[in-house]
């Protein structure tokens, strides 16, 4: 055990020199690493040139809460019904009813004649359909509650308490998946966005230290469409004149023109996009680039090829972003929008609309910003709080151990560069749990050591030769090393699985350190050891 073969030796140092690459970033400067293009220098353009990537807690970012909207979507929800039953009337055979409206959480229809009411029930039952549950199967619920109010001629048609419940998972699921595709685009790393409660949507981004900024990307609904204008409509001199059916006012950004009419009807939608970005114009301004599916491509080519020289509305969230003329067709299924953009709100309305439109609209309610400095302070007193616990951990070990206290000194040392090593290679979020966690790891590398060598004391006490003392302590020591860092190592996976944030951050930093210390305390202490031995040949056991 204690015989190292040449190719042993050389992989457990390769594995060392491995760490201390990734670990060296840490250590050099920015401005060595990368050049003023923010290309990697030479050497770096070959070596690893990744740093940990720090938590919110010790980065500092912005932490917000957003609320779902629930009440829009259930209106909503509602709207559609009134259309439905509106259409259903209207087929062949139709049932004549008064319009069909939306009083309270209900949809309401009276129908002229009372004789009709078991065709209307049964007509209705065709849109009742089974609750989607939460895998996608149809669930054993009906949606809707269908029902005579007992005047013959009333039905009331109520959105059942399952389907408001599957409403509720399923926009507030779709939110955080279009939240998470926003933040993505912004280029930050590990955020954190999690559900709270039943409509309550978590948001982290370490180093955005502009919430404002994550309260446009994420708040905003961004349901584009575009509209052709109608220059002949009079708006008013307050944008609230009357126009004709079909014909709607939207508010603009341009104070010299505040609003405009437009056809109701939509050209394309932002469905039909296929992706957007930040681009510039032939004048060097940013604009937004995108592309449009092939439906989507087909209607804007043939609505732009019929309408040269007249102006069409791209509208965000009801207003009009923009408003330029159709000098030529538009077939290539790809168009800039222009307006009064800087590199960073085109990028973000580009993001925004390349995400899709929200479900429902978000409103924050909790808006915190962790500066920093905070982040700083919190860095130096883990470091301090590390550096302690190493040197008091190292003066036990050389008093008690003698030059075996040495040994797994380096070994703790080379444990840290490899744990540090690993956080950085892997991109892991180092958070102030995380620190703990490499304390605790700290901790959990002396005990393999002190139990390690206190059998070897025993081996040597029992009249056994120094190198059978050490090769049968590390034999007896292994399994017990073994037990208790493989449970705790499947603790730190438990946690990592069923975690988030703070406590995801301890997991990862135990269960990397768990690996990196039983490789040190085990393998490279025994090689130290064992090297010792043949090289010095004591006779004794020197603790």
């Not at 180092?430 to 206190?454: H, K, R, S």
Request: glycine share 10%.
């Amino acid at each position: 055990m204690l015989y190292f073969p040449p190719w042993k030796t050389v992989l457990i140092l390769a594995v060392i020199l491995v760490g201390f690459l990734f670990t060296l970033p840490n250590f050099v400067p920015e401005s060595v690493r990368y050049d003023r293009d923010g290309q990697a220098s030479a050497p770096w353009s070959f070596l690893p040139n990744q740093t940990i990537n720090l938590g919110l807690d010790l980065q500092g970012g912005s932490h917000l809460v957003f609320q779902v909207d629930l009440d829009e979507v259930r209106q909503d929800r509602l709207n559609n019904l009134q259309d439905d039953v509106r259409s259903l009337f209207r087929r062949a055979q139709p049932i004549l009813s008064a319009p069909p409206a939306v009083i309270d959480n209900q949809v309401v229809v009276r129908l002229t004649d009372p004789a009709d009411m078991s065709r209307a029930l049964e007509r209705l039952d065709e849109i009742n359909e089974r609750v989607t549950a939460a895998g996608g199967q149809a669930g054993t619920a009906n949606t809707l509650n269908i029902r005579d109010s007992g005047d013959g001629r009333t039905i009331m048609i109520e959105i059942t308490d399952a389907e408001l419940d599957s409403i509720r998972q399923r926009t507030v699921q779709q939110s955080i998946s279009i939240i998470r595709r926003r933040i993505d685009g912004m280029g930050t790393t590990e955020p954190i966005i999690a559900r709270q409660g039943d409509d309550r949507v978590l948001v982290q981004v370490p180093g955005e230290s502009d919430p404002q900024r994550i309260i446009e990307l994420v708040g905003t609904t961004a349901r584009m469409t575009f509209h052709m204008v109608e220059t002949g409509v009079d708006v008013g001199p307050d944008c609230r004149g009357r126009t004709p059916p079909g014909i709607v006012v939207y508010p603009t950004d341009d104070p010299n023109e505040p609003c405009l009419a437009v056809q109701r009807r939509a050209l394309v939608t932002g469905e039909q996009l296929t992706n957007a970005g930040q681009s510039f114009d032939e004048n060097g301004q940013p604009v937004v680039a995108f592309t449009f599916n092939q439906s989507g491509a087909r209607a804007f080519g043939e609505a732009t090829q019929t309408n040269i020289g007249r102006r069409f509305a791209v509208v965000l969230d009801d207003v009009i972003i923009t408003a330029p003329v159709i000098r030529s067709a538009i077939l290539g299924g790809s168009g800039i929008i222009q307006g009064n953009f800087t590199v960073r709100t085109a990028t973000d309305l580009a993001t925004m609309i390349g995400a899709g439109a929200l479900p429902a609209r978000l409103a924050p309610i909790e808006e915190r910003t962790v500066g920093a400095s905070q982040g700083q302070d919190s860095i130096e007193r883990g470091q301090i709080a590390i550096l302690i616990g190493f040197g008091l951990v190292i003066v036990f070990m050389w008093l008690a151990y003698g030059y075996f206290g040495v040994v797994s000194t380096a070994a703790l040392i080379t444990n840290i560069f490899l744990l540090l090593g690993a956080l950085s290679g892997l991109q892991a979020t180092l958070t102030l749990p995380g620190i703990a966690g490499i304390v605790l790891t700290i901790g959990m590398a002396v005990d393999a050591n002190v139990l390690i060598y206190e059998r070897i004391r025993e081996e040597w006490q029992n009249g056994r030769t120094l190198a059978s003392s050490i090769e049968n302590g590390y034999n007896h020591a292994l399994s017990a090393i073994l037990d208790a860092n493989i449970t705790t190592f499947i603790a730190a996976a438990v946690l990592y699985m069923l975690g988030a944030g703070p406590v995801r951050g301890f997991a990862v930093t135990l269960g990397i350190g768990i690996i990196t210390s039983v490789f040190t305390a085990f393998v490279l202490s025994r090689l130290l050891i064992a090297t010792w031995l043949r090289v010095a040949r004591p006779k004794k056991l020197a603790m």
